[in-house]
């Protein structure tokens, strides 16, 4: 079954302690991206990478710190927490960027 | 980069009447403009979308129209169902375009029995 996965769904943390929120597609995308999901704010991209070894920043990469070492594999780092970074993360891929994306469950952290 | 602006922010609807949600963007580059259904605790899901070279697309109830002079686009829900509750994101990216897709702030969508 084609689909993106994350892992954890859910995770409570406390300001400081360093996480990362794996994702990893089967679909041989070259094109993965986080967003953050805010009220009222929508989907706002984090990170995105077009290919392996190859990632830029998005309109909010504050905080955050990303890889690519496989095709299959995009985790997002948070190197120091912090209670802003509270929200609901989705990883999502793609065939390219300007193409359909398919999301992740999504991950909801909690900072305090 | 691409700036997408949507409206409104919240529509609630009588079930069986129609619910129109607009979105303009920024970009005269842009060509592909997709329209994503996010449930209560679900993931967002594609369900239209339409590219550059055509105005309108329809799959059943729902159809997206789009006027690049103008640099709006439109998705439109007739016959709305209680199954039609959701939060709606438009969105607007170049094909091929490593920025990928930049997205509306979202619409919520309540149908009224």
């Known amino acids: 079954e084609a689909q993106v996965t994350q892992n954890p769904r859910y995770l409570i943390t406390v300001t400081g302690k360093k996480l990362t929120v794996t994702c990893s597609q089967n679909m041989n995308h070259e094109y993965m991206s986080w967003y953050r999901q805010d009220p009222g704010l929508g989907l706002r991209q984090i990170y995105y990478?077009?290919?392996?070894?190859?990632?830029d920043k998005g309109d909010v990469p504050e905080g955050y710190k990303v890889s690519r070492k496989e095709k299959r594999n995009f985790p997002l780092i948070l190197e120091s927490p912090s209670p802003n970074q509270t929200s609901l993360y989705f990883c999502?891929?793609?065939?390219?960027?300007?193409?359909?994306?398919?999301f992740g469950p999504g991950t909801r952290l909690t900072v305090l | 980069g691409e700036n997408v602006e949507q409206h409104p922010s919240t529509l609630s609807v009588q079930e069986g009447d129609s619910a129109v949600i607009k979105c303009t963007y920024s970009d005269s580059a842009s060509n592909y403009f997709p329209w994503y259904k996010q449930e209560l605790g679900k993931r967002p899901q594609l369900i239209i979308d339409?590219?550059?070279n055509v105005g309108e697309k329809k799959d059943q109830r729902i159809a997206v129209t789009l006027n690049k002079t103008a640099k709006h686009f439109s998705l439109h829900i007739t016959e709305t169902q209680p199954e039609d509750s959701a939060v709606y994101f438009c969105?607007?990216?170049w094909g091929g375009g490593a920025d990928g897709l930049t997205f509306g702030k979202g619409t919520h969508l309540i149908i009224q029995p």
């Open positions: 339409i590219r550059s």
């Open positions: 969105a607007a990216s």
């Open positions: 990478s077009m290919n392996v070894e190859v990632t």
């Open positions: 999502a891929s793609s065939l390219d960027g300007g193409d359909e994306q398919f």
